[in-house]
């Protein structure tokens, strides 16, 4: 099993917070250092020093580490056009020597495109808006060196595009597409992605969107193999119950709900947990919420005593 760090950083978090996490990320041996894309934060906190650029930010990042690969859990189709959206992910992935994922959804947190003047269309809209991205994000990476690409959709029209930067990764970079819905979500991800993610749920709903996924793929004959299947938690843990508490108090939540609903427990518990998720859904990937930034002590702990026994 892969294991992967996720922040949030419109909860609250300046550059020098993530490069300090990402860098512990990549130092206690992690696969990944993922971002959230939100431009507003959520719930009973301040979001100072205030919300930042997921792409300016992973640039950054792509400078300041050397191992561990980066990506957005997931970008909002409703933020970026996607031709200077497929230029900026190129970029950053020159930056940083191939390491860089793109995660791409719908959008949903109407509060934020509110907050600074960003369009949000209704659901049928936004689902319409995604596909449309996917085709043209990957239609431009994936056109050959010297060749031009052209595309007619209801939302977007390119024209005879040079279709540059390349990224390192060819024929592209990983793409990743989540989420519950139970038809269109299976859908795209069948056609477009390379993982497909299901956040902050059961394994029984895990295991029913996964099967989903599967047969969207077999519908238009891929194999459903060839997609990495991943799940993503919040986390509290500890080396004992008084730790895990300790945990869930500073990042606001209830030692029981947690203990359920995400990754809340002591090191046997977690690597139990675990164990019984990638048997029951088969996911071979984790994202682990880290909501406490200043945590390093969690990152390492995890990396030291959970990712060993699941490897």
Aim: with cysteine; aromatic share 8%; proline share 6%.
């Amino acid at each position: 099993m892969d294991f992967r760090i996720f922040t949030e950083p419109q909860q609250g978090a300046s550059y020098d917070d993530l490069l300090r996490v990402a860098r512990a990320t990549e130092d206690a041996g992690y696969d990944a250092f993922f971002r959230s894309d939100h431009y507003l934060k959520m719930g009973e906190v301040s979001g100072e020093p205030g919300p930042s650029d997921a792409w300016i930010t992973l640039a950054g990042l792509a400078r300041d580490t050397s191992r561990v690969r980066l990506g957005t859990l997931v970008n909002s189709a409703t933020f970026r056009l996607p031709g200077p959206l497929a230029i900026a992910v190129a970029g950053v992935d020159q930056m940083s020597g191939g390491r860089v994922e793109l995660g791409l959804g719908a959008g949903w947190f109407e509060a934020e495109h509110a907050a600074y003047g960003i369009p949000f269309p209704g659901l049928r809209e936004r689902f319409d808006r995604l596909e449309e991205q996917l085709e043209i994000v990957t239609g431009l990476w994936r056109t050959l060196p010297g060749e031009s690409y052209s595309f007619a959709g209801t939302h977007y029209t390119v024209t005879d595009s040079p279709a540059l930067p390349k990224p390192v990764q060819q024929p592209q970079p990983p793409l990743i597409v989540g989420g519950h819905g139970p038809k269109r979500t299976p859908a795209l991800a069948a056609r477009f992605a390379t993982e497909f993610n299901v956040a902050f749920s059961s394994p029984d709903v895990i295991a029913a969107q996964f099967e989903r996924v599967a047969a969207a793929c077999r519908e238009i004959g891929r194999d459903p193999a060839e997609l990495v299947l991943s799940a993503a938690h919040t986390i509290a843990v500890g080396r004992d119950d008084a730790e895990v508490t300790n945990r869930c108090v500073t990042i606001g939540r209830k030692v029981d709900e947690l203990r359920t609903d995400g990754l809340a427990g002591t090191v046997a518990e977690i690597v139990d947990r675990l164990g019984q998720w990638r048997e029951k859904t088969g996911i071979t990937r984790i994202y682990l919420q880290l909501l406490d930034l200043a945590d390093i002590d969690q990152i390492e702990l995890i990396a030291s005593e959970v990712v060993p026994q699941l490897r």
